[in-house]
């Protein structure tokens, strides 16, 4: 089936500097995507999403950027602090389907 | 705001035997829930999306009759690890949608179930 995947799958960051998380998809149809942060024994938690028809979006601290052409995700996170360590997840949602596909995860880990 | 509980959050069980993880949206209705199943280090996999008053649609590779879900009310959603096996161990994930569109403003995850098959 489609797969969504990730390039790197530990980012080691210091604590102010920014941190920049990947994802390659491959299904040219998906029409939707997020940003999941997973905490250790915890369920997923949404950070920001971005529709296909935009090529960024930003929120608090966190800004994703999307490019259709090499189908390619990032999440970008300014000031990047202690409590943003943990598993980053892409999802994505094909066009005519419900649920969502998650990528394979980058752990951030955050140095002090 | 919206939450999904998950029970138990932990379960440990004998080979062989049956187990029930419970996924509840507590303040919406949920026409559709999402189970996922997490290894150790690895992405979440979809298992099953669950219909309330139909039946699951699983994904291909997942038995049906081994991972039994019933989303009997618009409330709840469960699933049923029918004789279990050490292979079967894993972290459990629901999620609800609390209205049509799938989004990340509509859709809620449980904080999974540990599941230990001994």
């Known amino acids: 089936g489609e797969n969504v995947g990730l390039h790197l799958p530990t980012l080691s960051v210091q604590e102010g500097d920014n941190s920049i998380i990947n994802c390659a998809y491959s299904n040219s149809a998906s029409d939707y995507f997020i940003w999941y942060k997973q905490e250790s024994g915890k369920g997923p938690q949404f950070i920001i999403d971005?529709?296909?028809?935009?090529d960024k979006r930003q929120g608090q601290r966190v800004t994703v950027l999307l490019n259709k052409t090499v189908k390619h995700l990032s999440l970008q996170i300014a000031a990047t602090q202690p409590g943003d360590s943990a598993v980053y997840f892409c999802?994505?949602?094909?066009?005519?389907?419900?649920?969502?596909?998650f990528g394979s995860g980058t752990r951030l880990q955050v140095q002090p | 705001g919206a939450v999904v509980s998950q029970h138990p959050s932990r379960v440990i069980c004998k080979s062989g035997t049956s187990v029930k993880i419970e996924c509840r949206s507590l303040d919406f209705q949920a026409t559709t829930m999402f189970w996922y199943r997490q290894f150790p280090k690895q992405s979440l996999m979809l298992m099953a999306t669950?219909?309330?008053?139909?039946?699951?649609?699983?994904e291909q590779g997942v038995e049906k009759d081994k991972f039994l879900i019933n989303h009997a009310s618009l409330t709840l959603s469960t699933l049923t690890v029918t004789s279990a096996h050490p292979e079967d161990s894993s972290f459990y994930i629901c999620?609800?949608?609390?209205?049509?569109?799938?989004?990340?403003?509509?859709?809620?995850f449980g904080e999974g179930s540990w599941l230990t098959v001994v």
């Open positions: 669950s219909n309330e008053g139909s039946k699951a649609t699983y």
């Open positions: 971005i529709r296909s028809n935009m």
């Open positions: 999620s609800a949608s609390r209205s049509g569109e799938i989004s990340g403003n509509t859709i809620y």
């Open positions: 999802a994505e949602r094909g066009t005519g389907r419900r649920a969502l596909t």
